[in-house]
T-cell receptor, first 115, second 114 residues
Framework: AQSVTQLDSQVPVFEEAPVELRCNYS??????LFWYVQYPNQGLQLLLK??????LVESINGFEAEFNKSQTSFHLRKPSVHISDTAEYFC?????????????FGQGTRLTINP | DTAVSQTPKYLVTQMGNDKSIKCEQN?????MYWYKQDSKKFLKIMFS???????INETVPNRFSPKSPDKAHLNLHINSLELGDSAVYFC?????????????FGPGTRLTVL
């Protein structure tokens, strides 16, 4: 079974500073990786995903993540964060099991932006 | 328009009671899910339905019984509630069951068992 490890439970940064949220997954033949964001008191929203092709994927709000097969990582980065980026971020790996999709989530990283 | 909706948003109840959470999606998806998020924010899948058929059951106590009356609805009924059932329950949906699909999540139902 797949597993995901998010190495930091909390990441505090100052506004306009760069940030990296780390994610490592267990190795598998086919890997489909997702980053979801959960704003306070809301459900999860897809931020970006890697399915195949280019190892660098981007979101519309300035986040990017790089799939690194040799290091089994899918770290999320943003060069300059805003107060509005304060949220919980979840890395997930998707596996097909018995004809169904199963998302396996990491423990989440709370990103706190300080002014 | 809300894509995936859940009712109620908050649910406070006593141990031993039976309660239901409803989920509806208007995305035309054929696959729906229930997830449980515990107090440490850890998310774990509970059930998955495709075209009203159960396809994933992640070793959830049989006090939990999902029901899918049609493809747009997946309700969760919980019998004999226990303190450990306190959590946020999220419904989600996707088009198809393949591992590449995006899942769309509802806003969550915060269940508190006293």
């Amino acid at each position: 079974a797949q597993s995901v490890t998010q190495l930091d439970s909390q990441v505090p940064v100052f506004e306009e500073a760069p940030v990296e949220l780390r994610c490592n997954y267990s190795s598998s033949v086919s890997v489909y990786l997702f980053w979801y964001v959960q704003y306070p008191n809301q459900g999860l929203q897809l931020l970006l995903k890697y399915l195949s092709g280019s190892t660098l994927v981007e979101s519309i709000n300035g986040f990017e993540a790089e799939f690194n097969k040799s290091q089994t990582s899918f770290h999320l980065r943003k060069p300059s964060v805003h107060i509005s980026d304060t949220a919980e971020y979840f890395c997930a790996v998707s596996e097909g099991i018995q004809g169904a999709q199963k998302l396996v989530f990491g423990q989440g990283t709370r990103l706190t932006i300080n002014p | 328009d809300t894509a995936v909706s859940q009712t109620p948003k908050y649910l406070v109840t006593q141990m031993g009671n039976d309660k239901s959470i409803k989920c509806e999606q208007n995305l035309g998806h054929d696959t729906m899910y229930w997830y449980k998020q515990d107090s440490k924010k850890f998310l774990k899948i509970m059930f998955s339905y495709n075209n009203k058929e159960l396809i994933i059951n992640e070793t959830v106590p049989n006090r939990f019984s999902p029901k899918s009356p049609d493809k747009a609805h997946l309700n969760l009924h919980i019998n004999s509630l226990e303190l450990g059932d306190s959590a946020v329950y999220f419904c989600a949906s996707s088009q198809g069951t393949g591992p590449r699909n995006e899942q769309f999540f509802g806003p969550g139902t915060r269940l508190t068992v006293l």
